[in-house]
């Protein structure tokens, strides 16, 4: 018998299969935690943000005996103690830590160069930053369930030495811990779209805290046009859902189902930008 020799066809070459969506997950995935800062800085932020509730409940259980009776009364009524749960300096530096990271997630490869290369083997640069969206929003929500959940136990185990703690079974108390837990993601998301609009490292940073942090603190409930766009914010919206006691007077008041929205959008609007923003640029 003969062996029949093929002709080469010069130029040719072997057409690699496209990378499967889920490919690219597990590739941002890897590629997250293979940063040794990745660790540091969730970490470090949730030290610190447990630090600052469980300071607060430490307080009050320091200074209890000193109270007088209406004020421990009161204390108990209107159940404070959801509010040590987690306080509004804790989602402050939760707002300042998450937002930062998920900039970072994104400018980090266009500051290094690495982008170019990470879009030349994946052309479809939409399911790309679609599949960062994603780990980074899985990655976020895990540290915001960690980090409300430790400081509901810590700051409720401190308060229970004074037998003013409360039970994660107490109405409002999921809430808060929940609202907490997602507002990582939602300003993560938030950052990412940042970074993926103004691609410098310093820029991105300080636009998210801008945009998360600084603005919605300006913003105050007196007028309503400012009240609706404070109530448009995660930060209004984390109050809103983190108010534990009675029933506040406010001049424009809104629900609890508004702010949960006000999540939703804020997450799905950022999802959207980031994956759109990389389409034609690369710098």
Known sequence: MTTLDLPVVPGASVVEPRARFRDLVGSEWLKLWSLRSTGWSLLLGALAVVAFNLGTAWDHYRYWLQYDEGSRAEFVANDMALWDAFTYNAA??????????????????????????????????????????????????????????????????????????????????????????????????????????????????????????????????????TAVLAHATPLHAWQRLADAGPPAQELFPWSAGGAWLVYALWVLGGAVVTVLAVRRRDQ
């Open 92 to 225: 402050l530096v939760l707002i300042l830590s998450s937002a930062a990271m998920g900039a970072v997630a994104v400018v980090g490869e266009y500051s290094s160069g690495l982008i170019r290369t990470t879009f030349t083997a994946v052309p479809a640069r939409s399911a790309l930053m679609a599949a960062k969206v994603l780990v980074v929003t899985v990655a976020q929500i895990l540290f915001g369930a960690v980090v409300a959940a430790a400081s509901f136990w810590s700051t409720q185990a401190v308060l229970s030495t004074r037998g003013i703690g409360l039970p994660i079974t107490h109405p409002g108390a999921p809430r808060i811990v929940v609202a907490s837990a997602l507002l990582a993601p939602v300003c993560a998301v938030t950052g990412m779209a940042v970074g993926a609009l103004l691609r410098k490292s310093a820029g991105a940073i300080v636009g998210s805290i801008v945009l998360v942090l600084l603005l919605p603190a300006v913003l105050t409930d007196r007028r309503h046009l």
